[in-house]
């Protein structure tokens, strides 16, 4: 069963006096951050938050549900209607979160080479009009394009460094 919006809403407003504070939707289900580190979530309209030690201490009756079949074991957050707590608690979670990497998941595994082609391609838009008469927008296709001409300017470089020395 996915989570409502209306208890997302509800957590939302329980969470304000805390700053930095933002969701996500991920598969009918909402993702919390407070400043950038995933501290919680919304799972099935339960207040699930990570098992760290401050938030067991805080909670040491709190009782240990998945959020999804699969998933790590979290902490049912009951006290949903104490503010105060609720800003307690996410602040001492937050601070034993490590901080969170940056990564751009396309550039993972890719050399420099590869990572700057994909950012020409990214940014190149090349529009046409077709022998038949339509606009055609090539966009990412272009990329072939550009390694046939980046090949060419790094072969002639190579034949003016090998012939001048």
């Known amino acids: 069963m996915a989570s409502t919006k209306e208890y997302l ?18 598969m009918g289900e909402y993702v919390l951050y407070h400043q950038g580190k995933i501290f919680g979530g919304i799972y099935d309209n339960r207040f699930l938050v990570k098992p760290t ?34 800003k307690r608690l996410v602040e001492a979670i937050s601070a034993e979160l490590p901080q969170p990497k940056k990564m751009n998941s396309e550039h993972n595994d890719k050399s420099d080479f590869d990572k700057t082609i994909d ?15 339509n606009d055609k927008d090539i966009g990412k296709g272009c990329g072939s394009l550009i390694l046939d001409v980046l090949f060419v300017v790094l072969v002639i470089w190579w034949l003016l460094d090998m012939l001048l020395g």
């Open 119 to 133: 950012d020409l391609d990214d940014l190149i838009l090349i529009d046409y009009i077709t022998n038949d008469g």
């Open 9 to 26: 809403d509800f957590v939302l407003e329980q969470l304000s006096e805390l700053d930095g504070i933002t969701s996500r939707a991920m």
């Open 53 to 86: 030690k401050s938030a067991s201490a805080l909670m040491p009756q709190a009782q240990s549900e998945l959020p999804y079949e699969g998933a790590k074991p979290m902490l049912l957050v009951d006290n949903i209607e104490d503010k105060a707590f609720l």
